[in-house]
């Protein structure tokens, strides 16, 4: 069961009303966009993240009221993006897990960010409102191993003092697919936990210890939602959307704090994308007093030598508009648009890295 707030499902459903399903199958509902007038008519097909969707959909509904231009994107998790795109059945994927460069140069792709997001641990436990409960990296990592089963565990009880934790079961959820989404959860785990990192260690799918799996974000959501005592881990606007309870996190400078915009962007204020190979940036368990630990940029993936140059650059168009104009849509759902300078080096990468029978299919003017 997907959970979307009314907006949304309003949304999505006068899109299903108005276009007919999408090729690729399977997934969210399509959504339309519109690039420039020589664009009017084309076709574009993309699929991959959860993490984005709620923002794809919204930057893909104003991009859409100029004309023309069908975009259908398919939020079926990070790696069911990065195999589609692999076997080009789709213009675009959509990863939160980027690619190392020696995996881009070998499949002929390249990647770029698109925008900044937060991965929010979220619980479903009686008389613990959101925000009230205080969770270590090491606790987060304990309870998802399966060493730590009930919320009124003494370890939890001593990171908070004062609140009254109920004797109620640990139920762990997870995402069952794969998932950049995971990619982002597991590296931090990694990242604060030498047991985890040893038993299940990162990636888009690893094994877990305990628990039940969700597909998407929007079934981890809907299992946090149903199970009493459970907790999971979903992007922040997903959250924000199902209105969940989520907790707060240590971070690295052994502040408490809560997701949002300015917490993410203080993780991602010290991206050094410029000497980034490919792009590859990890944003988990970066310093800063006001840093929310577990954030992870969405990437987008495309073959460098493309079949259809009007095709290619109706794409390019589109993630054009959204880093020039969609940081309106991005503050409003909670993520976080790139700087002004990281479009710029994008927008090089485009004109360097990606042609059309022996010509460049982007220029400097976009034209």
């Known amino acids: 069961m997907q959970m979307m707030t009314n907006r949304m499902i309003k949304f999505l459903l006068g899109l299903a009303l108005t276009m007919a399903a999408t090729a690729c199958g399977g997934g969210s509902a399509p959504v339309t966009s519109a690039g420039s007038t020589s664009s009017s008519g084309i076709t574009l097909n993309g699929a991959g993240a959860t993490f984005p969707y709620p923002l794809y959909a919204q930057w893909a509904h104003e991009y859409g009221a100029a004309s023309g231009v069908k975009l259908n994107y398919q939020s079926i998790g990070s790696g069911g993006g990065i195999a589609q ?8 994927g959509a990863s939160d897990a980027p690619l190392k460069s020696d995996v881009l140069d070998s499949e002929g792709l390249i990647q770029f960010p698109m925008v900044i997001g937060g991965v929010v641990p979220v619980i479903n436990v009686e008389g613990i409102s959101s925000g009230q409960l205080k969770l270590t990296g090491t606790l987060l990592a304990d309870i998802f191993l399966g060493k730590i089963r009930k919320w009124n565990d003494p370890s939890i009880a001593s990171a908070n003092p004062g609140l009254s934790l109920p004797d109620q079961d640990i139920t762990v959820v997870h995402r069952a697919d794969g998932s950049g989404t995971t990619w982002i959860f597991t590296n931090f785990l990694s990242a604060v936990s030498e047991s985890w990192k040893s038993k299940s260690g990162s990636g888009t ?17 809907s299992y946090v939602e149903r199970v009493k005592g459970s907790i999971g881990y979903v992007e922040f606007a997903y959250a924000l959307q199902n209105k969940m309870a989520h907790v707060l996190m240590e971070n690295r400078d052994r502040s408490f704090v809560e997701p949002s915009i300015e917490t993410f962007q203080s993780a991602a204020a010290n991206a050094d994308w410029a000497n980034a190979p490919g792009y590859y940036l990890v944003l988990v368990d970066q310093p800063g007093a006001r840093t929310w630990p577990i954030t992870g940029a969405s990437f987008i993936l495309m073959h460098r030598e493309q079949p259809d ?7 390019l168009k589109f993630f054009d508009w959204a880093y020039k104009n969609g940081e309106p849509s991005a503050k409003k759902l909670d993520y976080v648009s790139l700087p002004g300078t990281v479009a710029d080096l994008v927008r ?20």
């Not at 795109?85 to 675009?92: E, W, Y």
């Not at 990468?349 to 976009?366: D, F, L």
């Open 309 to 315: 140059a009007a095709k290619a650059l109706a794409v």
């Open 85 to 92: 795109i692999k076997a080009k059945t789709v213009d675009f």
């Open 205 to 221: 799918s690893v094994e877990w210890p305990s628990g039940v799996g969700g597909k998407g974000n929007e079934g981890v959501s």
């Open 348 to 367: 090089a990468s485009w004109t360097s890295r990606m042609s059309s029978g022996g010509k460049p299919v982007w220029s400097n003017s976009g034209s």
